[in-house]
């Protein structure tokens, strides 16, 4: 099937993806798989009363951009997400991460002062309750996590409840700014245990023949 060239009959184009999309065309080139954007599932985590959680196999080859989504984060001790990186199977546990967020609350409360230069992780969560429904729910990017020449970025977006059961946002971001290859993901609490879905996907780039 040809793409493109909104409004043209172009029966004998060989090139795919050239031109302008018609509705038609995202609808059946996603289904494929092949627009630029398309998730790919690459694994689901039921994490139950753990402290940490890893993504072993996040086909860094293949990606250039991952998509981490973290649904209904619970936890026994007023904690948050923390993220740290595997370089090449080995864990970056040292403090050479820099990071920077910030949130809002409902009753007012707004900071930025949640920021380092020299930290041993990156936040896939900000700080939630410990009560029932004192939830919360991220969304993360990850950036170069497979290029061997290039820092890995990271940024992230929240909605949760404090343990006071107000309303909060965060946002922010951090980055490991070492040239190295990341192919593994640590998700933790420093103390207690937690509980959340959580989806691994990557980011597929358009396809082109």
Not at 32 to 49: T, V
Not at 135 to 149: D, E, I, K, R, V
Not at 159 to 164: A, E, F, H, K, M
Not at 165 to 192: C, E, H, N, W
Request: aromatic letters at 12%; charged letters at 15%; proline letters at 1%.
């Amino acid at each position: 099937m040809p793409y493109g060239y909104l409004g043209q009959n172009q029966p004998n184009q060989t090139v795919n993806n050239s031109g302008v999309f018609s509705i038609t065309d995202v609808a059946e080139l996603q289904s494929q798989g092949k627009l630029g954007g398309s998730l790919e599932l690459i694994e689901e985590k039921s994490i139950s009363a753990v402290s940490s959680a890893i993504f072993t196999d996040i086909k860094e080859t293949k990606y250039d951009v991952h998509y981490l989504q973290v649904d209904n984060f619970a936890n026994s001790d007023i904690k948050d997400i923390r993220i740290r990186f595997y370089e090449s199977g080995v864990e970056e546990s040292a403090s050479v991460y820099q990071y920077a967020y910030q949130y809002g609350q409902a009753d007012g409360s707004f900071a930025d002062t949640v920021r380092s230069t020299a930290i041993d992780h990156i936040l896939g969560t900000f700080v939630v309750g410990n009560a029932t429904n004192q939830t919360g729910s991220a969304y993360c990017y990850f950036y170069n996590l497979g290029n061997s020449s290039k820092y890995s970025f990271q940024t992230m977006q929240q909605t949760s409840l404090t343990n006071t059961s107000v309303y909060r946002m965060a946002f922010g971001g951090g980055v490991l700014p070492q040239a190295s290859t990341v192919d593994q993901i640590k998700l933790f609490v420093t103390s207690g245990t937690f509980s959340a879905t959580a989806k691994l996907y990557g980011v597929k780039q358009i396809w082109v023949t």
